[in-house]
């Protein structure tokens, strides 16, 4: 049973930073690319980043880009997303999502449904 467990998140003020974590069950990590979405109020659930072991194999999505870093400690079975400068647009659920790590054309690291597992999400509010 692959398992995916977000933290981390909480109220920032704009311009502050947090570390989103992902906690991934069993040994997904060797064989899992790792993705975070993001669900505003009211929008749909749009690709914030990607990580994955092939070369070149991180993403990011434009509105975050120099913002936010994505990172992995396979030992603890861990993905982080490092969020700074953030902004009240970053305000939204934020979700990892587990894909078996093969090839894959480069855009479609943002569909939704490339995605097998997901995590049930944690709320990230940039409010003054």
């Known amino acids: 049973q692959v398992q995916l467990v977000e933290s981390g998140g909480g109220l920032v003020q704009p311009g502050g930073s947090l570390r989103l974590s992902c906690a991934a069950s069993g040994s997904i990590l060797d064989y899992y690319a790792i993705g975070w979405f993001r669900q505003a109020p009211g929008k749909g659930r749009v690709g914030v980043s990607f990580?994955?072991?092939?070369?070149?194999?991180?993403n990011y999505a434009n509105s975050v880009k120099g913002r936010f870093t994505v990172s992995r400690d396979d030992a603890k079975k861990m993905v982080y997303l490092q969020m700074n400068s953030l902004r009240p647009e970053d305000t939204a659920i934020y979700y990892c999502a587990a894909r078996m790590d093969t090839i894959m054309a480069p855009s479609r690291w943002t569909e939704k449904n490339e995605y097998d597992y997901w995590g049930q999400g944690t709320q990230v509010t940039v409010s003054s």
């Open positions: 990580d994955s072991k092939r070369p070149g194999g991180t």
